[in-house]
């Protein structure tokens, strides 16, 4: 099971939050419309944080997975 | 241009300037249990097991105690035990509750957001061979009830724990539909009702009940442990002849006098004050979302504890908040995990799915004022406001 690898991946590793979601935040506006942004964070609160952000800011949280052993966090914008 | 409040002394009394937002932690003393717990300094010292004189007027006293407690509970006397904190009356009523169905099962079935004290007795039975069952709640930290009926007609169900209003957001839990599901399946129910002593009915249906009497302006050191006759329960502690084989230790006669008085006094003001505290919640609820943007208020803004508001500031570090909130003389809690000792995110917001971070808990007590209230709201969206940029957002 092969998925689109995102075209960008933010290395958020060491970390911590609130700064990858910040980093999340800033970023997603300057992708187009529908690519999908890779958020890589082991800060303990992304796994949550990330989908929040997600709800609270109307864009799509595709999911998680693990990258070399990374937490990753893909979000496609939605707008 | 308000100047930055230096750090005070600790006994630095309550003023608009000044204001405790965390009885959900603990509470200034009641003065009810203040003066009761000066006059048993001197009457209460003596050893309430032993049969001279002093002890048994100690033991009058504690008995006296314990029938106030029974009474505001709704319970037998015998029925109540004075252990040495919450969190232990947690563990005991967790353990002992497993230990005393042990023939029956090894399942421990409890809600996503129980105070820590359950997790923990939940992680040493499932340690010591044990297996447990964790239900879901939904956005608003309300327990699932078609997964809580699953979990406990499960093969095995020894005991299943729900606390009764989220300790960090607010939410009442379905406590009656929940006990409901339980007795129908024939397991026992324990109710973590730390939060709910002394503000209001207490829910029915459980067999175990534990409250901790700090966070009803009882002193620290008292802790609740209510079993129901009937109850299965075997002691996970070594054995001892102190109240009646459930608590070891002798107890902190002043304490528990100071407990009683005040419960006793909060339980008679409960609906007036409840009333009060729940409309300057709905007042913070409304106007933080009002002024500050980007902010995500949680729990259920009606079925809740009167006196909790907890919200999370999008782009915000809890620590830092706290720390810029504490200077302009508000103490408040956070489920943020820069926050925590463990550095990890609060499991009751991460159950919900909200945001963690930036994450301010404020809980209302009876030395609460309007004032204070106002002042905090006032200030928020500024702290917030400068917060934010600082990183750029």
Excluded at chain 1, 28 to 33: A, F, G, M, Y
Aim: aromatic share 4%; charged share 20%.
């Amino acid at each position: 099971m092969t998925e689109q690898t995102p075209a960008d991946v933010l290395d958020c590793l060491g970390r911590r939050c609130p700064l990858p979601v910040i980093a999340l935040a800033r970023h997603l506006p300057t992708v187009p419309v529908g690519a999908v942004v890779r958020v890589l964070a082991d800060d303990p609160a992304a796994a949550v944080d990330i989908p929040a952000w997600c709800r609270m800011r109307a864009q799509q949280y595709v999911g998680a997975s693990s990258v070399d052993g990374s937490p990753a966090f893909d979000v496609r914008r939605l707008s | 241009m308000r100047d930055l409040r230096q750090a005070g002394p600790i006994d630095q009394g309550e003023d608009v300037h000044n204001a405790y937002f965390d009885a959900a932690t603990a509470t200034p003393l009641h003065p009810a249990a203040r003066e009761a717990l000066l006059a048993a300094l001197d009457d209460g010292w003596a050893d309430p097991g032993k049969l001279y004189t002093q002890a048994r007027r100690a033991r009058l006293l504690l008995d006296a105690a314990r029938a106030t407690i029974a009474q505001v509970v709704g319970v037998r006397p015998d029925e109540v035990t004075f252990a040495s904190s919450g969190t232990t009356a947690a563990h005991a009523a967790v353990l002992g509750g497993l230990a005393g169905r042990r023939r029956i099962g090894a399942t421990l079935v409890r809600s996503a957001i129980e105070h820590s004290a359950v997790l923990h007795a939940g992680q040493r039975h499932v340690r010591d061979g044990g297996a447990e069952v964790e239900v879901p709640v939904d956005r608003l930290g309300r327990v699932d009830l078609d997964a809580w009926a699953r979990a406990v007609s499960g093969p095995g169900v020894a005991l299943a724990s729900l606390i009764s209003a989220s300790h960090e957001v607010g939410t009442v839990q379905p406590v009656p539909d929940a006990a409901a599901l339980c007795h129908a399946a024939g397991v026992p129910l324990h109710v973590d009702a730390a939060m709910s002593l002394g503000r209001g009915p207490l829910p029915a249906g459980w067999s175990l009940l534990t409250g901790s009497a700090r966070k009803w302006g009882g002193p620290p050191g008292v802790g609740l442990l209510v079993l129901r006759k009937g109850t299965r329960w075997v002691s996970p502690y070594p054995a001892d002849d102190r109240e009646s084989g459930r608590a070891p230790g002798a107890p902190d006669l002043p304490a528990i006098l100071a407990a009683a008085a005040s419960l006793h006094a909060v339980h008679a003001a409960a609906e007036q004050e409840g009333k009060r505290l729940s409309a300057l919640v709905d007042h913070v609820r409304a106007t933080v979302a009002a002024t500050v943007p980007d902010v995500e208020i949680v729990g259920d803004p009606v079925d809740r504890l009167p006196h909790v508001v907890t919200f999370s500031c999008l782009y915000v570090d809890g620590e830092a908040l706290l720390t810029a909130l504490d200077r302009r003389g508000f103490a408040v809690s956070s489920g943020s995990a820069c926050t925590s000792s463990t550095l990890q995110p609060s499991h009751v917001l991460a159950a919900m799915g909200v945001l963690t971070h930036g994450n301010i808990r404020m809980s209302l007590h009876r030395d609460t004022t309007g004032a204070q209230v106002d002042r905090f709201l006032a200030e928020l969206p500024g702290i917030v406001a400068g917060l934010r940029a600082e990183v750029g957002m």
